[in-house]
Each structure stands twice: as structure tokens, then as C-alpha cells.
């Protein structure tokens, strides 16, 4: 990419010749050797791993826990002030009259399976249900435990965490990114998001570190993804197709044939296959959801999501300010690790995945006006996330009522195809499953390649063009053996614990994104660097 545009001094250095040609040694060599790193460490000893992390998330929560909470509630201040902002819809992503790349359709499809994945999915059925049995409201007194009354509150929580503030962390980090590559010529990488705080250092070890934390984050990200999202393809492929497999076993076959399939389509330089695969997965979802609100538990569900999106607006600010601590009481203990292990593994989980997603955002949004991309961002899959949620795991709660155990005593990733079964029948169900599960192999394939491709853009300083099939062998290689040796160490649990540490270091990228942002819109023309306006 030519940066012309912009302060020549901030270019990004990359080796001309050799293995690394085209890539910023720096920021390739210590993300490898640090991955390397950790491969051998958690295959070699697993039970030293499992400590370590939970040492370490049990540490930084003790004296961060606060700031995960408002961190993102500030995501959301920042990327509403955007939206809102005069002129917002204005300020193009790109040169002035510069029109989007991709249809509406297309555009809110790519970021929404790539900004969930086949997360939605997992939890479709799974997050409800927990919630009927224990949420703060439940906790407070406020509503009582696993009865019909408790669904809204249930549903209000599983908004929280998948809602505005999900979308808002994505939203200010790829608004920066596109806001600065688009208008100002820098490259397509994390840093660039920083480039007025930067300066001359844009190109030292401050834009170095900062992209090797994006890779880490990147990483991170994609483990939580196809940590949950492998198992739920697994046990679909043993319902639809009645097999009986080895858990652990099948889960990493299962990982090895998504890794090495998207490196083939990678390799194939199929770059629009993202886009055909997420219309695709998006055509399959909404076909599902349709079925959910046919035959489903359509008018439980309808009140519920009534209910519990209007309790989450006027609950919003609270929810989203709580910190629980362990204060020795049975309650005070259960609300803080309860918000432990959902609220605030989701927010790491958030802002993990964020580098990968903002790029992804900023790079399918070129042409898209400040206000377009940050309402888009934000509004679109957030509703669509709520009305997929109440729908399915509505129905499934009235199932559960209705059945006491039904669908909870059912392992969490069969869960989702347990209640097709109920549903629709064994024949039917069995069917919707096989699209179901199809559905999650594609969502899971398109955030590895597109995981996969973020890396080595960031590897590459920016350059979004195709890249050395050993590179892209080697990352996905090493992606899936981190992944790999993640639930070997302790499955699900080792993961949270991993995505919460790697989280917290972004955060604050993050944030400084949003600073940048700030300091360039609010403050118009006054900059701390020598930035020139790209011109038509």
C-alpha cells in the first residue's frame, strides 16, 4: 500500500529479500518465537499451563476487574459520540465521494459472521438456559429461578453480553483503522489506528509492540471461537450422522480439517470466498431463525424479547458499571464469579477478537460514512443477535419449563440439536441439524481465514495482497497447534482464562484508538503529527 499520503517517517519497514520478504521482522519473529513458546509449553506440560493461566486471570481480575467493566461501557460513550457527532455522516471512510465496495447485504453479512462466527450458535440455547438459573436479578430477588417469570431477566443478560457493548469495542477500533488508512494513506494494521498519539514512533518499537499484541489478541480470539465452536460441529456430525467418536479426539480432527481447508482456500487466494460464505451462512441462519418463529414458542418468545429489551435499555448503564467482589457471603461470592466467568470472559472475549474483526470491519466498509459504519456496526447484528436469541433460546426455556431437565442435563454444544429434535420431530430435526452443522463449519472456516489473513496483513505492515503460501502454512499451523494445546491444558476453561490475560493489554489499545479519534474529529485540523488529507 503507497503511503504517500501521510509522513513518510511512519512507513513501516519490511525485509527485502528472503524468507520474511515483505514482512516486518520485528513484529513476525517475536509473535513466532512467542507462540512457539507457548506450543511447547502447553503440549509439554499441560497441568504447569492450567496453573499458570489460572494464577494469572485470578491476579489480574483481583486488580482489573473494574476496568473491564468500564472500559467497555466508555467503548459504547465513544462509538455513540461518533455516530452523533455533526457532520458524522459526512466524513466518508476513504477519498470524498468515494461510494462502498460491497451491497448493504453483503456489507452487514461479513460483519456479522465475522464479528460472531459460530459463536452465536453455541451459546444459542446453552447461555439462556444458565441464565434462567442464576443472573443477578435471581441472585438480588428479584425475579425466581427457572420459572417463566425469570425469562426476560434471562434474556436481558444474554443482550448484555452479545449487545451494544460487544459491538461498540468493534466499532471504535475499525473506525480508527479505516478512518486513518482510507483517509490518510497509513497502512492497513493496528497502528495505524494510533497514528496521531504515535508520531515518529510509528514505525519503532511502540508500532512494533502494538501489532505484536494485535497478533496475540488475533490468536486469542480465535481460540475462544473454535475452542466452543469445534465441539458444536462435532457433536452435530455424531447426531446427524449417528456417530460415536472420542470427544477430545474428534474435536482436534475436526480443528485440523477447518485449519487446513481455510489454508487451502487461502492459499487459492479465494479472498471472496469470505463474502460468499457469509451470505451463504447468513441465508442458512435466517432460514433456521425463520423456522424458530414458525413453529417455535413464537408468542413466549415475542413477550420475552419485548420484556427483556426493554428492561436491558433501562437497565443498560447499570449492568454495565456493576463490579462484584468477593465479599465472603454466599450471594456476594456467587454474583462475583458469575460475573467472572460470563460478563467478564465475554468482554475479554470482545476485545480479544477486536483487532481481527476492526480490520476485517475497516476493510469490507471503504466508502461507508463515520455514522453509516458506526450505526451499521452496531445496530444491525445487534438486533439481529437479540431476535435470534429470543426466538431460539426462548423457545428452548419454554421447552425446558415445560419439561423440567429436558434440554439442561443435555451436554452444551448438543443442546442447540436436542431442541430441533423437540421441535420439529426426529426426521425433520435431524435434517435442520445437518444445515445447522454445516452452518457452524462455515462460520467457523470463514473466522479462521480471515483470522488467518489479519495476521499476515499485520505481519506485513499493512500489505492486504496475497501472501507466501509458507507464511500463511505456518500461521495457521501454529494457530491451530495453540488452540489445540489450549484444550489439552483444560479445555474450555483454559481458554477463558487465556482470553481474559490476552484482553487486557488490547483494552488499552482500544482505548487509545478512541482517544485518536476523538482528537482527530473533535479537534478537526489541530493534530499531533503531520498528517495530510488524502485527495479525490
Known sequence: MSTSYFDPSYSISTEPAGFLQGYNRSVTVWALACVVTLIVFLLLWPAASEAILVDTRAALLSAFRGWYMYVMLAFFVLAATFALLPGAGDI????PGERPEFSTFSWLSMMFCAGIGAAIVVFSVSEPLTHLSTNPDILAGQVTADTAQAAPSA???????????????FAVLGLAIAYFSYRHGTPLTVRSALTPLLGNRFGGVIGHSIDFFSV???????????GNGVPQFVSGLSIVFNLTEDSTTAILVALA??????SLAIISGVKRGIKWMSNTSTLIFLGVLMLFMVFGATRFATDALVDAVSDYAVTFFGMSTLVATLDGTETGDTLANWQVDWTIFYWGWWVGFAPFVGMFLARVSKGRSIREFVLGTMLGP????????????????????ADSGALSTIDRPAQLYATLTMLLGDTVGVIVGGFVCALVFMLLASVFIAGILAINTIAAGGDDGPKPAAHVLLWSVSVALIIAGLILAGGIASIRDAVIISALPF???????????????????????KITEMPA
Open 92 to 95: 466518508r471512510l476513504g477519498r
Open 155 to 169: 434474556l436481558k443478560y444474554t443482550f448484555l453480553h452479545w449487545g451494544l457493548s460487544a459491538w461498540a469495542c
Open 216 to 226: 496475540f489478541a488475533i490468536i486469542a480470539g480465535l481460540a475462544v471461537s473454535m
Open 257 to 262: 480439517a477447518v485449519a487446513g481447508l481455510s
Open 382 to 401: 445487534c438486533a439481529m443477535c437479540m431476535v435470534w436469541f429470543a426466538y431460539v433460546g426462548g423457545t428452548a426455556i419454554s421447552i425446558e419449563l
Open 507 to 529: 483494552s488499552i489499545i482500544i482505548a487509545l484508538a478512541g482517544f485518536a479519534m476523538v482528537f482527530m474529529l473533535v479537534a478537526h485540523r489541530t493534530t499531533l503529527v
